[in-house]
């Protein structure tokens, strides 16, 4: 069973429409992270989170933005598509589990994007 | 050099066959994590490790930590075990994951 929800899990769309992938994560972890990964290819990380109101780049330039109003929430915003963004967007959450000392990590299912 | 290297790259087998996948890493890290991929698929967890030895039905994946390394096994493989298997390590001091290239598994019957 998923603990973190990704949606639309598919999506194709216009050039120049304003697009938001929506994440959210029911375990309370305080990490959140987007990665973009073209079929075949590695993950890059484009967008974490460490809590509420923080949110930072990640190793990958991406025009897309985010937001962490909620611990649960995560969303991706697009402003305007355009054929490059067409990649899968995966989510990912995280935390410290205090009894291994390792972190727990876990990711959603996908969101794939087609921009026409 | 890639701070996390996965071993082989690509590999394929008959079902039955016993597969084992490596992992080194060049930096001290709090947790190992292997994950699976299915083609077009989303990623799942397989394994967290931070120290010795864990097993969850044919899958089995070690680690040592002195020699900054990791194997996981898959015991009597079968076709639906064919996807990718990606090595992620988080290091000490950041919350930021290190992927492995990734290894590419083919099961045949």
């Known amino acids: 069973e998923a603990d973190i929800y990704q949606t639309p899990r598919y999506l194709v769309i216009g050039t120049g429409k304003k697009i938001t992938l929506e994440c959210s994560q029911t375990?309370?972890?305080?990490?959140m992270y987007w990665y973009q990964q073209d079929p075949g290819m590695e993950l890059h990380l484009i967008h974490y989170?460490?809590?509420?109101?923080?949110?930072e780049k990640g190793d990958l330039s991406s025009e897309s933005t985010v937001s962490r109003i909620r611990t649960e929430h995560f969303p991706l915003t697009l402003e305007s598509a355009r054929p490059s963004h067409t990649s899968q967007y995966l989510c990912?959450?995280?935390?410290?589990?205090?009894?291994?000392?390792?972190?727990?990590?876990?990711f959603g299912a996908g969101s794939r994007l087609t921009v026409l | 050099k890639n701070e996390v290297e996965q071993s082989p790259q690509n590999l394929t087998a008959q079902e039955g066959e016993f597969i084992t996948i490596n992992c080194s890493y060049s930096?001290?890290?709090?947790?190992l994590h292997w994950l699976q991929q299915h083609p077009g698929g989303g990623i799942v967890s397989l394994f967290m490790?931070?120290?010795g030895k864990k097993k969850h039905g044919r899958l089995i994946a070690t680690i040592n930590i002195q020699e900054k390394h990791s194997s996981l096994h898959i015991t009597a493989s079968h076709p639906r075990d064919s996807a990718v298997y990606i090595c992620?390590?988080?290091?000490?001091?950041?919350?930021?994951?290190?992927f492995g290239t990734g290894t590419r598994l083919q099961v045949f019957p």
């Open positions: 375990m309370g972890h305080d990490k």
């Open positions: 989170s460490y809590g509420v109101n923080s949110t």
């Open positions: 992620a390590v988080f290091p000490f001091n950041t919350d930021k994951l290190i």
């Open positions: 490790l931070s120290s």
């Open positions: 990912a959450s995280s935390e410290l589990d205090l009894y291994s000392g390792a972190n727990v990590l876990t």
């Open positions: 930096v001290g890290i709090s947790a």
